[in-house]
């Protein structure tokens, strides 16, 4: 069988008596392999190959949008819209009336169950699961559906919930992927204590139903929101799970229940767009570092980690990042790129979003997805500006949903593109094995704590927009585990990786790695140690050359494959996030770099 080395290798279906396969694996079929060229990059709406104006959807109102499902879960009131939402009290706050009066209330009023008037405890575990369940509509032909799929259980048993909306004619991956048209996925409150994407994805899921605001999109994307990806780090106010880990720092690791249940969900529906709801600390270490208050709206940022493909970033800047900020600005919004500091107090460096593959928003850039994060303004400051943070998202996500129907045939180009490019690189050129920010100097506008004025500060600043490469090796054809790397094996088919079993035992041309230091610490990102992570070896490895014996029940990994640069994050041992250093790979000799296309038999896998 020849097998076309711009997609995935496919075992051949064997005699059910021996259920194995003869795939061979001739040296030549990656050889004749060459880089896709790169085709003009659109500016304007179109495709790749011919820009051209797209049809435009619809432009609803992304402000207004007061949100209640027809049912009224909850016995919630809701006020009309335009009026103001009440302001917080000022105990609530964390500074005074300065600070406060530059973040009005907006004109809207959003109301959801933790939004009700009165309220001191945002919508719960249950009345999410009723507000969601209650705009369940039956099918109709061609028309809107919005099902509810429980995607996982979190670690205290709570069912993790999205809900699907789309005019496909079903709601299932298979029916999405018939329909054609491109998925966007919203996800609120990984981290517990930042609820204010939870209640702006309520509020959406009410306007994509029948009659709501954002319904006429439907006509040309489908849309899966998640409002709450951690129900027991939201139930419990904390921003970790139930057992103490940062599942955004989980995403390549997949050791939650919680991260595994995104990851099946982004793998089954294959999005073309991540949008990952935040918020981000306002006062605390930026008081005590800089003597200054966080004054932006929102802070964005897209993928930024090695390996990259350069036509998803470009994707996410131009058609997203931009389109956004001007979204919000029209709102009289302000937003900048996303940046944070170290709980080290002595540490006055501030560093964009971070450049490990382990967050939702560079782990799903590596699927070739455009992965954005939105922060806005709210751990520390309790229910202050709940209304306008609400609004922020609102603004953002609407922004991100129309920029995906006016760009869906450009999107789905680029994406063909990218798939090709990637696997036509397998046993050719050099890869990154770790990068690191660009170091340098910024000037950052912040509040003044006391009198609520505009402040600039002069910061040391790592800048994440330009990588710095670290470690740099030739591109393997594949990558060779051992039998005994069975759970991360697991893993990478959970992310959608296609790995295949040796049936026959054979032989390949490989890299073997060779320990030249070793110790054990900590993985840490831009703001300090990842919690809940534990001990990692950290090591340093040099490559020898040879012909090394391959035993039937091992496994094969090929790069021909679209998310090929996923499987290098995860099997380079000499990175943090790898799973030689978090121990799911247990022996260097586990791992081998295949240098040439192998000739070996695999059989199908279960």
């Given at each position: ?171 299932d ?135 990259m ?48 593959p ?18 806005t ?8 500006h ?26 789905a180009?680029?994406?063909s593109?990218?798939?090709r ?42 800048s ?6 670290l ?25 959608g ?14 890299d ?10 900590v ?13 990692i ?33 995860a099997?380079?041992?000499?990175t ?31």
């Amino acid at each position: 069988m020849t097998t076309s080395p711009s997609a995935p290798i496919t075992p051949l279906r064997s005699p059910a008596a021996v259920a194995r396969l003869t795939v061979v694996c001739a040296a030549a079929l990656l050889a004749a392999c060459t880089s896709t060229p790169l085709p003009p990059w659109p500016s304007t709406p179109g495709t790749v190959s011919a820009p051209r104006p797209a049809p435009q959807a619809p432009r609803p109102q992304p402000a207004v949008v007061v949100a209640a499902p027809p049912a009224n879960p909850g016995g919630v009131t809701i006020n009309p819209l335009g009026t103001s939402a009440q302001p917080a009290p000022l105990a609530a706050m964390p500074y005074g009336q300065a600070v406060a009066a530059r973040f009005p209330d907006p004109m809207v009023r959003y109301q959801t169950p933790g939004l009700a008037d009165g309220r001191s405890a945002y919508t719960t575990n249950a009345e999410l699961a009723q507000w969601l369940r209650q705009l369940e509509i039956p099918a109709t032909p061609g028309g809107t559906r919005l099902a509810v799929q429980e995607l996982g259980l979190s670690q205290a048993g709570t069912p993790i919930l999205g809900l699907v909306a789309t005019r496909a004619q079903g709601v299932d991956a298979a029916s999405l992927e018939a329909q054609g048209h491109p998925t966007v996925l919203l996800v609120g409150q990984q981290h517990g204590d930042e609820p204010a994407g939870s209640e702006a994805l309520l509020a959406l899921a009410r306007e994509l139903a029948p009659g709501g605001l954002l319904e006429p999109l439907l006509e040309r994307i489908n849309v899966i929101l998640v409002p709450r990806a951690n129900p027991d780090g939201a139930e419990r106010g904390q921003r970790t799970t139930a057992n103490g880990v940062d599942m955004n720092r989980d995403h390549l690791l997949l050791t939650t229940p919680e991260a595994r249940a995104l990851a099946v969900l982004v793998r089954n529906y294959r999005p073309v767009a991540v949008i990952d709801a935040h918020e981000y600390t306002v006062t605390g270490r930026f008081v005590q570092k800089f003597n200054a208050i966080q004054r932006y709206d929102a802070l964005l940022q897209y993928a930024t980690t090695a390996n990259m493909p350069e036509f998803i970033t470009k994707a996410a800047h131009e058609w997203y990042y931009t389109p956004m900020s001007d979204a919000l600005r029209v709102q009289k919004l302000s937003s900048d790129w996303y940046y944070t500091t170290s709980t080290d107090p002595q540490d006055l460096r501030v560093s964009m979003g971070g450049v490990q593959p382990d967050t939702g928003r560079n782990v799903n850039g590596l699927k070739n997805t455009v992965s954005l994060l939105v922060e806005t303004r709210g751990v520390g400051i309790g229910r202050a500006h709940i209304q306008r943070r609400v609004h922020t998202q609102v603004t953002a996500m609407t922004s991100a949903l129309r920029s995906t129907a006016e760009r869906a045939q450009s999107l789905a180009q680029v994406r063909s593109f990218v798939a090709r490019d990637i696997s036509a690189q397998a046993c050719r050129g050099e890869l990154t094995i770790e990068a690191g920010p660009t170091p340098g100097q910024h000037e950052l506008l912040m509040l003044d704590p006391v009198t609520g004025a505009d402040r600039s500060v002069q910061v040391q600043w790592n800048s994440s927009l330009t990588l710095r490469p670290l470690k740099t090796r030739a591109r393997p054809c594949g990558y060779w585990l051992s039998a005994s790397a069975a759970p991360a094996v697991e893993r990478l088919q959970l992310l959608g990786l296609q790995v295949l079993r040796v049936a026959e035992a054979g032989s390949v041309l490989a890299d073997t790695y060779t320990e030249t230091s070793s110790s054990t610490g900590v993985r840490e990102d831009v703001r300090g140690s990842v919690a809940g992570g534990g001990d990692i070896v950290r090591v340093e490895v040099g490559a020898a050359r040879a012909a090394i014996d391959v035993p039937a029940g091992s496994y094969y990994v090929p790069l021909n494959q679209p998310l090929a640069n996923l499987v290098v994050a995860a099997l380079e041992p000499d990175t943090q996030s790898s799973y030689f250093a978090n121990r799911l790979i247990h022996q260097l000799g586990d791992t081998a770099r295949v240098m040439a296309s192998p000739s070996l038999v695999f059989e199908e896998q279960d």
